[in-house]
């Protein structure tokens, strides 16, 4: 099963020397028992990706799978 989410762009960025050029923007909405998080995926300060979920886990899941994304296709293209 393919490394994903969170831990996978800590290792694909670790590995290009860039883990610094990560940062995250959490917002919790919603009653306390129900939450939604949104959690916004910054490299090099520029916003990059956005995912939501109901913990904030699975909304930087989803974020950090986008980037992985863009960064590998813009890898490709160099």
Not at 21 to 39: C, F, N, R, V
């Amino acid at each position: 099963m393919p490394e994903s989410g969170q831990s996978a762009l800590n290792n694909y960025l670790q590995k290009r020397g860039r883990l610094s050029d990560l940062s995250w923007i959490d917002i919790q909405e919603g009653l306390k028992h129900t939450p939604q998080w949104t959690s916004i995926c910054k490299i090099q300060d520029v916003e990059r990706a956005t995912g939501t979920g109901t913990k904030k886990n699975i909304a930087r899941d989803m974020a950090a799978d986008a980037v992985l994304v863009l960064l590998r296709e813009e890898e490709d293209t160099t």
